[in-house]
Structure formats: C-alpha cells, structure tokens
C-alpha cells in the first residue's frame, strides 16, 4: 500500500477482522510509540540518524570483550542514575538516556558523578534495566511515574518518558543510541535487559489482536498459563514468537548496536529457542553476551525443556545468575525472615571454596562464562540495606568493610561478575517516612521491593561516593585485577583446576585462603573471622590490594579480601 503523503511522525494502529472478532491494535514490530505507546508511530529513516553514531560488529566492535569472563557487568536503571539532584545533571536531562551519559557532571563536593563517575570505575559492561515500552502510570500532575519497567508493551520501541521529547516519536531513538555511543566511545558494552516471559497486558497487547491465543501458553480449560506469577507466559517455542524474539534481538542489535542481552525469567523459555538465538547471535558476532534468570518456573514446559539453570548443560556460552554463591556470600531474603551469608559469620566456607573455582559443583556449567557471580542486583534489598537489617547495631564503618568484602570476593571469583550501580560506595533505598526520617516497616518493605516506589528511593544518591572514597578506591583496584589479568578469568575448568588451589576454608573460622599460579602467582585471604588473621610469615608476600598488616606481627583484618603477589 502507498499512501501519496509525508507520514513521518504520523501514528497509526491497525485494524484487524475475524469472522466474529475486530481489534484495533498497535503493530507488533513498532520501532516508536505515542507518548503513552497506545498507537504505533512512522519514524523516517532520515529522524533515526545520529551524528557520530556507527554499528560496528566483529573486531571493529573493539570494546567488545575476547574473553567474556573478564566481564565486569554494571546494572542500571536510567531513571536512577541521574534523577537525583546530586548527580549534577542538567535537570531537564534528569531520568533519560541523555541524562545517563552527561560528560562533566559533578557532586555538591566536587567529585565525578554519573557517566563519568561510571567510566573512571573499570567496569566494561553497563546493564541497562528495561529501555523498550513499557506500561505507564501517571501522577496527579500527568507525569510518567516511576516503574523498572518490566511491564513490557512494544518490544522494538525504546521508552518514551526516557527520551528528552516525548512528543518527537524519533527523539527516544536518537537518544538512546546518542547513549549508546557515549559508553562505546570510553570502551563500554552496553546489554539490554529483556523481558520476552510476558505481556503486561493479555488483551490489550498487539499479539492477542492479531492472532488471539496464539502467543501465549494455554491451559486445557482455555485460561493462560502464568509461570512468571505478573502475567501471561509466552510461548517461545511456538515458530512465530520465536520468530520475533529474534527478529527483535538482530534489530537491537543491528541498529543500536547493542552488545548483549540479560533475558529476565529466562526459565520460561525453552532451551531450543535459547539456543536457536546464540546461534543467530553468533552469526552477527560472537562476542555478544547472552545471560539471563535461569530460575525454575512454574510453567507448562517440561523440565528438560526449561531454560534454567540445571540445564545449563544444555545451553553452551549462555550465563546463569549464580544465586548460590550470592546467599553465601551475602545471605538472602527468605520466607519468614532473613538469612546470614559468610560476611555476617554465617559458616559457608565451603560453598564459597566451590566458587573461588568457577562453581562447577554448584550447577550443571559448561563453562566458567555460563556463571554470573553477583550479591546485589535490582531485586529484593540492596547489599546495603540486607545488612542493615541483619545487623541492626553495626556502626557504618563496621557495614562498609561488609560491603567492601562482599563485593570484592564476588570479584575475584571466577565465572563473569556483575554489579549493581552504588554498589560499592553503599547505595541505600531506606528513605524513612516517619517522624524525623525514622524508617517505617512500610519503608523497609519499599527497599525490599522498589520497583515501583517513588525516585526519592530509587534514584542514586552521589553525594554517598564523597563519603565512600576509600571503599570505591578499594573495589576499583579489584576490578582492575579481575579485567586485567589471566589468572582471575580462565575461560575453562580444566584451567581452573590446573592453576587455581584453595588451601583453607574450614567451616565456621571465617577464613579462606587460595592461590593462583601460572604466569603470575597470587595468594587471596578473605577473613570474616571475626579478628584479625595472622600470618606466621608474609616476607615472600607483596600486599596488592586489602587492609592487611604487612610488617611484623603480619595480619590481615577482619571484613577484608586481600590480595597478595608471591615473591618467587
């Protein structure tokens, strides 16, 4: 059909007939919405092109990594890294994609914030939470309300409340891959966070209004199946979601360059369409990374055929969150309460032994790049704020070197690390709303829970990284070690075993000692012991990194990781 007229900006919707059925309905590969992503919107080709932006695949994608287990994945919302006032963003750049790279920005103490701050850290993937459409509420003065944004409308469609003119169908599209480029540019991937698992809206949604029930899993009696628990499951091993789950993964990449993908409740889909999409991927470049939620659903697939982590096995150069070696490490939210990890004395020595080697006893891997180390992430408490409630009567300093611990050993286990954004200088989501600031069980369940609260708690405060300097000066030497040398990312077991030995790790006395040795020989201490751990004789030893006592009585603190070289 041709229509004899410029529609460039135009909306439109489709309407769709059956024998006894008409919707009226959005197009399901729309690149660009309405403002509320109710109608499609016609994008020329010309209002997509940003100046300096350019697709690279291959080894012209040269922040690409060789060796994904020296990734060190940074998790992000847009909204959170620049709302807050303190962030020094331009405030009608506040919450968008142009706001998430403002070069120049700076705290009321004069220290980088933002896209600076990110980029001086070391890490070398950003994990941007959800960036398409999404489902949107608005407050009383018609403003997009705050939402993670796994609430997923038009999967093609960058959101439109983080673009700096809503109105402009093509703006989210320039600005996202203006964006892009900025972390290209300073040797950063950027992956997208997706969310194939569900729709938000059943009925509403463009692939119900065009081929009702054909999308989604179905029970016997007709209703939908809802292994995810927020809505209808998709069927991905039905020809045609498959069909545009990758047609919409290549156009990610083939026009934002996007570098990788993190699969949200990856366990809902199958194991055929999750390999069917490495291989694709693989086709434009192997260097892509795909990791997601490896969870076991409770979906209508049979076990084998679930893309979960005990079946790992069956899905080659495609990572799993490793949630065992989190609650090790950390501890967990649990049913009825909290539970204590190894930096709150917690004696899981030996689970933390199995990580230091790349947790092929812990899942059924393939690989050390199919484990995803982590202790935080958007979901349940940030590390911060776990700790607050395990340990009530913890002064701060005694929380941070908790923290710097926490983190730090995640680091320096093998398998590919991720973080979350604030992370290392104590990012909090305890905002009270009692008398005098004093924190609610409301406000506790908020923290545990944000995906919805208002940006006074999610949005990062960067005044924190003035207080903090030690603890990120720590956590960027880590990083260093973890995306610089061999020994901390082997990218098979059989390396693994050949060059790294842990010597220590008795349950219950907060101690673990390992070494790695190849070209270089290290040996890690990480004590939460309690006291300080003292070492007969470190003269062969060269402190790197960590608090640790390196003249006679030698020691390393409580609450540290450190990391020595060996003097041969």
């Given at each position: 059909?041709?229509?004899?007229?410029?529609?460039?900006?135009?909306?439109?919707q489709?309407?769709?007939?059956?024998?006894?059925?008409?919707?009226?309905?959005?197009?399901?590969?729309?690149?660009?919405?309405?403002?509320?992503?109710?109608?499609?919107?016609?994008?020329?080709?010309?209002?997509?092109?940003?100046?300096?932006?350019?697709?690279?695949?291959?080894?012209?994608?040269?922040?690409?990594?060789d060796?994904?287990?020296?990734?060190?994945?940074?998790?992000?919302?847009?909204?959170?890294?620049?709302?807050?006032?303190?962030?020094?963003?331009?405030?009608?750049?506040?919450?968008?994609?142009?706001?998430?790279?403002?070069?120049?920005?700076?705290?009321?103490?004069?220290?980088?914030?933002?896209?600076?701050?990110?980029?001086?850290?070391?890490?070398?993937?950003?994990?941007?939470?959800?960036?398409?459409?999404?489902?949107?509420?608005?407050?009383?003065?018609?403003q997009?309300?705050?939402?993670?944004?796994?609430?997923?409308?038009?999967?093609?469609?960058?959101?439109?409340?983080?673009?700096?003119?809503?109105d402009?169908?093509?703006?989210?599209?320039?600005?996202?891959?203006?964006?892009?480029?900025?972390?290209?540019?300073?040797?950063?991937?950027?992956?997208?966070?997706?969310?194939?698992?569900?729709?938000?809206?059943?009925?509403?949604?463009?692939?119900?209004?065009?081929?009702?029930?054909?999308?989604?899993?179905?029970?016997?009696?007709?209703?939908?199946?809802?292994?995810?628990?927020?809505?209808?499951?998709?069927?991905?091993?039905?020809?045609?979601?498959?069909?545009?789950?990758?047609?919409?993964?290549?156009?990610?990449?083939?026009?934002?360059?996007?570098?990788?993908?993190?699969?949200?409740?990856?366990?809902?889909?199958?194991?055929?369409?999750?390999?069917?999409?490495?291989?694709?991927?693989?086709?434009?470049?192997?260097?892509?990374l795909?990791?997601?939620?490896?969870?076991?659903?409770?979906?209508?697939?049979?076990?084998?055929?679930?893309?979960?982590?005990?079946?790992?096995?069956?899905?080659?150069?495609?990572?799993?969150?490793?949630?065992?070696?989190?609650?090790?490490?950390?501890?967990?939210?649990?049913?009825?309460?909290?539970?204590?990890?190894?930096?709150?004395?917690?004696?899981?020595?030996?689970?933390?032994?199995?990580?230091?080697?790349?947790?092929?006893?812990?899942?059924?891997?393939?690989?050390?790049?199919?484990?995803?180390?982590?202790?935080?992430?958007?979901?349940?408490?940030?590390?911060?704020?776990?700790?607050?409630?395990?340990?009530?009567?913890?002064?701060?300093?005694?929380?941070?070197?908790?923290i710097?611990?926490?983190?730090?050993?995640?680091?320096?286990?093998?398998?590919?690390?991720?973080?979350?954004?604030?992370?290392?200088?104590?990012?909090?989501?305890?905002?009270?709303?009692?008398?005098?600031?004093?924190?609610?069980p409301?406000?506790?369940?908020r923290?545990?829970?944000?995906?919805?609260?208002?940006d006074a708690?999610?949005?990062?405060?960067?005044?924190?990284?003035?207080?903090?300097?030690?603890?990120?000066?720590?956590?960027?030497?880590?990083?260093?070690?973890?995306?610089?040398?061999?020994?901390?990312?082997?990218?098979?077991?059989?390396?693994?075993?050949?060059?790294?030995?842990?010597?220590?790790?008795?349950?219950?006395?907060?101690i673990?000692?390992?070494?790695?040795?190849?070209?270089?020989?290290?040996?890690?201490?990480?004590?939460?012991?309690?006291?300080?751990?003292?070492?007969?004789?470190?003269?062969?030893?060269?402190?790197?990194?960590?608090?640790?006592?390196?003249?006679?009585?030698?020691?390393?603190?409580?609450?540290?990781?450190?990391?020595?070289?060996?003097?041969?």
């Amino acid at each position: 059909m041709e229509v004899p007229e410029d529609l460039a900006g135009k909306a439109y919707q489709y309407h769709v007939h059956f024998e006894n059925q008409h919707f009226l309905t959005r197009d399901p590969y729309t690149i660009a919405t309405s403002p509320d992503g109710k109608r499609s919107a016609i994008v020329a080709e010309q209002d997509k092109t940003v100046a300096g932006f350019k697709v690279c695949q291959g080894k012209e994608a040269t922040w690409r990594l060789d060796n994904p287990n020296q990734a060190v994945i940074y998790e992000m919302h847009i909204r959170d890294i620049s709302k807050s006032p303190s962030s020094g963003v331009a405030e009608h750049l506040r919450g968008t994609f142009l706001g998430a790279c403002q070069s120049g920005t700076r705290n009321s103490q004069g220290d980088q914030t933002t896209f600076d701050y990110i980029r001086n850290l070391g890490i070398n993937v950003v994990q941007l939470q959800p960036v398409s459409d999404r489902h949107k509420d608005y407050d009383q003065n018609g403003q997009v309300t705050y939402n993670w944004g796994y609430d997923p409308q038009n999967y093609n469609a960058p959101e439109t409340s983080f673009s700096s003119n809503p109105d402009d169908p093509g703006q989210a599209i320039r600005d996202l891959k203006t964006m892009i480029q900025a972390y290209h540019d300073a040797g950063i991937s950027v992956t997208l966070d997706v969310v194939y698992n569900h729709i938000y809206s059943t009925f509403d949604s463009a692939f119900q209004s065009t081929v009702p029930d054909y999308y989604y899993r179905m029970n016997p009696n007709g209703s939908f199946q809802n292994g995810t628990g927020v809505g209808s499951e998709t069927a991905s091993e039905h020809e045609m979601f498959r069909k545009f789950m990758i047609d919409s993964l290549r156009y990610w990449v083939e026009e934002f360059n996007v570098d990788g993908f993190r699969f949200d409740l990856m366990g809902i889909h199958d194991v055929t369409t999750m390999n069917i999409i490495r291989e694709e991927m693989d086709k434009i470049d192997p260097q892509i990374l795909l990791y997601g939620e490896g969870w076991d659903m409770g979906t209508g697939l049979m076990p084998e055929d679930k893309a979960k982590k005990d079946n790992a096995y069956q899905l080659p150069r495609i990572g799993f969150f490793n949630d065992t070696q989190r609650d090790a490490i950390k501890g967990a939210e649990v049913y009825g309460g909290l539970k204590a990890g190894y930096v709150s004395g917690q004696a899981t020595e030996d689970i933390i032994a199995k990580a230091i080697l790349g947790s092929s006893e812990l899942g059924s891997y393939l690989t050390p790049s199919q484990v995803l180390n982590y202790v935080e992430a958007h979901d349940n408490f940030n590390l911060h704020d776990l700790l607050v409630d395990l340990h009530p009567d913890d002064d701060e300093l005694t929380r941070t070197k908790r923290i710097e611990l926490a983190t730090a050993m995640n680091l320096l286990m093998q398998g590919m690390a991720f973080m979350e954004l604030g992370q290392e200088f104590s990012r909090t989501k305890l905002v009270g709303t009692g008398e005098e600031g004093q924190v609610l069980p409301s406000d506790r369940d908020r923290a545990m829970n944000s995906y919805n609260a208002p940006d006074a708690v999610n949005q990062v405060n960067w005044e924190l990284i003035s207080q903090h300097q030690e603890s990120i000066d720590y956590i960027k030497q880590i990083i260093h070690l973890k995306t610089s040398q061999k020994e901390f990312s082997y990218q098979t077991y059989e390396e693994i075993y050949k060059h790294v030995f842990v010597r220590e790790a008795f349950a219950g006395s907060g101690i673990v000692i390992f070494e790695i040795k190849d070209e270089k020989h290290y040996e890690i201490i990480f004590n939460a012991s309690g006291l300080p751990y003292y070492l007969e004789n470190a003269d062969h030893l060269r402190l790197l990194v960590g608090n640790s006592r390196h003249k006679r009585p030698f020691y390393v603190e409580n609450l540290t990781a450190s990391v020595f070289e060996v003097i041969k």
